[in-house]
């Protein structure tokens, strides 16, 4: 089956400390890689995508993330971190060989401590 | 421009009511699509309309729910004679080219 992989259900990290947020998917080629962030009440707003070309992509808020097809993960990066970035991270695949639907791995939740 | 948006942003109903949610998708965005948000399951995927294609339904969790499209644009997720398992946060995205999907901020269903 189709899945995707975020191993940790909550991370706290103190502000102005590294990210690193975690994403495995099972199954694909050529798939379609993205985050979102949610945060309370709010909708999904996209991070950052990977469809080809340079594994490490750059995305809003400072984010950054790299694909690794050998190890089939697309984990989230940022150098530092802030308050303001406390919310859910979702990862999700899609693209042609999933019905060009989004199938998203269960969440992380980060804290951030002042 | 204006995003992608959903109405009611809350809503309380009986068990065994219909309910309707309604989605206004992004001007121009051919593609429509419906998830799920909750507790037990995670982010789940519903429907989705792409043009004048037939939809892929394939989501659906039971024959309650159903979901239109009307004039390529607003759609409509009706659930009848809802359950308490169907409190959830509906949301939809809309699509211009298939592969970038934007959300608008859900519906919170409530089934007392």
């Known amino acids: 089956a189709q899945s995707v992989t975020q191993p940790d259900i909550h991370i706290t990290v103190s502000e102005g400390a590294s990210l690193e947020l975690r994403c495995n998917y099972s199954y694909g080629a050529t798939p379609y ?9 709010q909708g999904l707003q996209l991070l950052l995508k990977y469809f080809s070309g340079d ?16 190890q089939s993960s697309f984990n989230l990066r940022k150098p530092s971190v802030h308050w303001s970035d406390a919310a859910e ?22 804290r951030v401590k002042s | 421009g204006a995003g992608v948006s959903q109405s009611p942003s809350n809503k309380v109903t009986e068990k065994g009511k219909d309910v309707e949610l309604r989605c206004d998708p992004i001007s121009g965005h051919t593609a429509l699509y419906w998830y799920r948000q909750s507790l037990g399951q995670g982010l789940e995927f519903l429907i989705y309309f792409q043009g004048n294609s037939a939809p892929d ?35 939809c995205a809309s699509s211009w080219d298939l592969n970038i999907q934007y959300f608008g901020a859900g519906t919170r269903l409530s089934v007392l």
């Open chain 1, 33 to 41: 890689l993205f985050w979102y962030v949610q945060s309370p009440g």
């Open chain 1, 55 to 70: 594994t490490l992509v750059q995305g809003i808020k400072g984010f950054e993330a790299e694909f690794k097809r050998s």
């Open chain 1, 89 to 110: 991270y979702f990862c999700a695949v899609g693209g042609k060989e999933y019905g060009n639907k989004l199938v998203f791995g269960a969440g992380t939740i980060l």
């Open chain 2, 57 to 91: 339904k394939s989501g659906l969790p039971s024959d309650r729910f159903s979901a239109e499209r009307t004039g390529g644009s607003v759609s409509t997720l009706t659930i009848q004679r809802t359950q308490q398992e169907d409190s959830a946060v509906y949301l």
